[in-house]
T-cell receptor, first 112, second 113 residues
Framework: KNQVEQSPQSLIILEGKNCTLQ??????????LRWYKQDTGRGPVSLTI?????NTKSNGRYTATLDADTKQSSLHITASQLSDSASYIC???????????FGAGTILRVKS | DVKVTQSSRYLVKRTGEKVFLECVQD?????MFWYRQDPGLGLRLIYF???????EKGDIPEGYSVSREKKERFSLILESASTNQTSMYLC????????????FGPGTRLTVL
């Protein structure tokens, strides 16, 4: 069964600190993996996309990694800001049709 | 920038009412999607459409129907709303299929009393 599991479920960190969010998946055959950020009361917005051949990709203070062998991805946030408070959703695309498998998300709260 | 708009941000309806949720995208995208989002469950696909007048069931289509009469507009219909349909409903669109980025609307928080 195609599944995406994210950990932790929620996280509280102090402003300026780093954090890492985890995503494990069993989706096959794999096409790509995206991390989305969803601010409260808004729809998700794509942060990064990782394809099979990519190990690391950065978008500002966000760095995503992918290990296609172990089917794991992480999203590292550097020097967190209050505006990073959001839900982060890992989404894996299978190589057929319109099949996306969504993780339940990690709720991040950055406090001052 | 791609813009996906949804007709209402908040909606309160009574059990048994017929409910229409509308979504409009302005980037000439082929594909449009309706999801519901519940705490701890993530986004679940209700229906999607890859062309005008075409529709495909997602993972949880029961109790819902959809309509796509124009390329830019995709409507979700609750024929007879029930309390277990209280949820956040998100519309999305994408240029093509197979993993293209989906652009989401702001969501409609529906409460069925």
């Amino acid at each position: 069964k195609n599944q995406v599991e994210q950990s932790p479920q929620s996280l509280i960190i102090l402003e300026g600190k780093n954090c890492t969010l985890q995503c494990n998946y069993t989706v096959s055959p794999f096409s790509n993996l995206r991390w989305y950020k969803q601010d409260t009361g808004r729809g998700p917005v794509s942060l990064t996309i990782m394809t099979f051949s990519e190990n690391t990709k950065s978008n500002g203070r966000y760095t995503a990694t992918l290990d296609a062998d172990t089917k794991q991805s992480s999203l590292h946030i550097t020097a967190s800001q209050l505006s990073d408070s959001a839900s982060y959703i890992c989404v894996v695309s299978a190589s057929y049709g319109n099949k996306l498998v969504f993780g339940a998300g990690t709720i991040l709260r950055v406090k001052s | 920038d791609v813009k996906v708009t949804q007709s209402s941000r908040y909606l309160v309806k009574r059990t048994g009412e017929k409910v229409f949720l509308e979504c409009v995208q302005d980037m000439d995208h082929e594909n449009m999607f309706w999801y519901r989002q519940d705490p701890g469950l993530g986004l679940r696909l209700i229906y999607f459409s890859y062309d005008v007048k075409m529709k495909e069931k997602g993972d949880i289509p029961e109790g819902y129907s959809v309509s796509r009469e124009k390329k830019e507009r995709f409507s979700l219909i609750l024929e007879s709303a029930s309390t277990n349909q209280t949820s956040m409903y998100l519309c999305a669109s994408s240029l093509a299929s197979d993993g293209d980025e989906q652009f989401f609307g702001p969501g409609t928080r529906l409460t069925v009393l």
